[in-house]
């Protein structure tokens, strides 16, 4: 069973990484866009309007799987500070505040900066089609004198 789970594994971290980016850059969407529900936000606004711009360029990024890590980094560290920053000064822990989601997002963009991309992203795609690295010579072979 779990030899099968390994197997998954990627897919199912590419899974999660499509997922968090889509509902990341609905956000974003709906802030900029005023669409699912919500006004949009009058442009150069500070500091809601330049993370509607982070959310979407940034979820869209992290939903294709390009520039996933780099992306991720940035979408993470903006929903830190949007916790920190517009949440914690309402209360301590999120359920009080109001900062589910902006610490949600946080720690699953975390997770995606140090797991990757996993399958099915145009980051392994690019990268496929680059040169393939060269074998590697077994480092166990004794050296002759």
Not at 70 to 75: I, M
Not at 98 to 115: H, K, Y
Not at 116 to 140: F, H
Request: glycine share 14%.
């Amino acid at each position: 069973m779990y030899t099968r789970l390994n197997h998954a594994q990627p897919y199912a971290l590419g899974l999660f990484r499509m997922v968090i980016g889509l509902l990341f850059a609905c956000h974003g969407a709906a802030s900029l866009f005023g669409v699912l529900g919500k006004e949009t936000l009058q442009a150069g606004a500070w500091p809601g309007w330049y993370a509607a711009v982070i959310q979407l360029v940034g979820g869209s990024l992290v939903l294709l799987g390009l520039g996933t890590r780099v992306a991720a980094f940035v979408a993470s560290g903006s929903m830190a500070y949007a916790y920190f920053n517009v949440h914690q000064p309402d209360g301590l822990f999120p359920m009080e505040n109001g900062g589910e989601a902006s610490a949600i997002f946080c720690w699953a963009f975390l997770l995606i900066v140090f797991n990757g991309p996993g399958a099915l992203s145009l980051d392994r795609l690019i990268g496929a089609r680059g040169t393939r690295e060269p074998e590697r010579r077994d480092q166990r072979t004794a050296v002759t004198v």
